[in-house]
């Protein structure tokens, strides 16, 4: 049977770690959906649709992965999708914790759903989105860090 996998998160805004992760996840699943959670409370710099936007953008030829964005609860998200794998990235231990509460919740509102972890590339352990929006608002060069294309809206929000 075909198994579905989502990759949820804020994607905001993606980065080279994060299309890391989904190229080598891409190889293990049918399908996945990347599901950028769209929650109003969450203070964001990029919209839920422009997050999308940057997201396909910056995939090119992973032809079984689409995107969608999201409100409310991911192991609901899954369900409605069909999917039973999650997909999260671990770079360093300071990510277990909230990642293995978060899995076992899931779990438990949802018990067919298994969380598979995808151990970040040595390349982009110390990335993050909220890393590249510091350092690029500071005027910083964030190019080995995002795509292209994250990289132009970027820097129109600074001209902003
Ligand atoms: P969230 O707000 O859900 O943590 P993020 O967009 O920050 O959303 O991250 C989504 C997922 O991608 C998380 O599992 C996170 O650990 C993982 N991730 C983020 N950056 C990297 C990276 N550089 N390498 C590997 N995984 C990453």
Redesign the pocket.
């Known amino acids: 049977m075909p198994v579905t996998a989502i990759y949820?998160?804020?994607?905001?805004p993606i980065?080279k770690?994060?299309v890391?992760?989904i190229t080598r996840a891409s190889r293990l699943f049918d399908h996945i959906i990347m599901a950028v959670?769209a929650n109003p409370q969450k203070d964001t710099l990029f919209e839920p649709l422009k997050r999308v936007q940057l997201i396909r953008e910056s995939l090119g030829p992973l032809t079984n992965v689409t995107v969608e964005s999201f409100e409310g609860l991911t192991a609901e998200f899954a369900k409605q999708h069909g999917a039973t794998v999650i997909i999260?990235?671990?770079?360093a231990i300071s990510?277990f914790e909230f990642?293995f509460q978060m899995s076992q919740m899931n779990k438990t509102l949802y018990p067919e759903l298994e969380t598979i972890f995808?151990m970040?590339?040595l390349e982009?352990?110390f990335?993050?989105?909220s890393m590249v929006k510091e350092v690029a608002v500071l005027g910083g060069d964030v190019s080995p860090l995002v795509p292209k294309t994250v990289q132009t809206a970027l820097k129109q929000i600074k001209k902003q």
């Open positions: 949820p998160g804020s994607f905001d980065t770690g994060h890391d992760v959670a999260r990235g671990l770079r990510d990642e995808v970040a590339n982009y352990t990335l993050s989105s």
